[in-house]
């Protein structure tokens, strides 16, 4: 594919010269990495740290020789970066722009489910929806979206996506980069096609069914972008925002570099490697060390090698991509080593579970029924600890995204999790005859009429059913029933 834009429309940071991609998957790194605004807050009277989100239309040159009709939170393409630390309330008021009903959900957080955004607190046209809760959890790299039935796939297609920054103690304690956009980068992945007039095509993948499978990569909604280095070390956190595809990323040159967390927060201690694979929904904070005045370029492998023949054979998802070139200044300030040893993570203890659940993931179906928000699955008793077992036996790539919780995995196919996999998660990738153990503490927010969601964050099988509810109660207390106006409210 030859895409070629029209030139020298510059718009602040979001500057357009001209791109090229082709079917390998290299591009030409002609575009200022955009780096998304760290959202403005302000603190209100009960002490609660105030944000505002309106999610809008927009139109913005991605190199298509025009404008390409979007969506977005306070802007065209994405939105800000939202950032608070442990221990403080937020709240966010959510204007919908939009002509439709919509949601937003925080990717991650642990809250009320009344707060959660999923696909039971829709707001409508025109509405404002102003959830509130402490934030109670380790700093950690999150995001928000869109989580409306049925149509997630479409809303988060067309932009709407953004990162939310937690911060605590411990972590600003290490001597880890901590500059935002200076040497602490969110790198948002999204894979896009785009139709002839140069607006984003939507049509989904016939082989294997996986949803909509892009030919073009955009970061923080940038083609082809560089990022200009100018410290030793630099502290990249990736989120694969894409529907549907896996990544494997990795540097060129084969180069290793530090992981330091995973969804939920911080490792225990770096681990050091050339590749880290992400599927929709999970992120990887890494720290990569540079020359003074070298470039290297951030690329993804194909993701299903080796892992999942038939994943790989049908997903359309195993091509090479370049992603990112890192642009060392020809004097790098010094920056610290990653420290040896980062945060602790307390175990938990499979003997303390009070069930084991069993997930089977086909037919995007979870446990052959499809998602019905006015059917509750099960309860989860507030306080305890839970296993949960998760499978796949179909040909199509699938992961498991649970709300509330962040999980810790116990192993895979019976086997101790590869160090990626011991930190905490909230999102894994779950592959064809390999059971995955995962063990999480529900341990507040009972609330036995609102439910939380569990399902594949390939958005086009949560779209199609492959999720379910589960409340959360009080010990003894029953399972209610989901308000009736789930949906578009
Ligand atoms: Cu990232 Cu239920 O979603
Ligand atoms: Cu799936």
Redesign the pocket.
Known sequence: VLLLCGGGVALGTWAWTGTVVDTTGKVDFVHRLAVPPLAESRIDAQGRRVFDLRAQTGGRDLGQGGQTRTWGYNGDYLGPTLRAKRGEKVLVNVVNGLDRPTSV?W??MHLPAVMDG?PHQMVRPGATWSPHWTVDQPAATL?Y?P?PHGE?EQHVYRGLAGMFILDDEPSAALALPRRYGVDDIPVIVQDRRFDSDGQFDDGRSLLGGVGILGDTLLVNGTVGPYLDVSTERVRLRLLNGSNARSYDFGFADGRGFALIGTDGGLLASPHQTGRIRLS??ERAEIVVTMRPAERVVLRSYPPNAGVDFFSSRFSGGDDSFDVLELRAAGELAPTPEVPARLVPIDRLDPATAATTRRFQLSDRKINGRAMDPGRIDFAVTRDTTEIWEIAKQDGTPHNL?V?DVQFQVLSVDGREPPPELRGWK??VLVTANRPIRIIARFADYADPNIPY???C?LLYH?DQGM?GQFVVVEPGQSPGRPPAHSGHG
Do not use: L, S, Y
């Open positions: 959900h990717h991650g999923g995001w979206h989580h997630t929709p929904g995204h709300h909230d999102t969601m569990f399902h964050h949560e999720m």
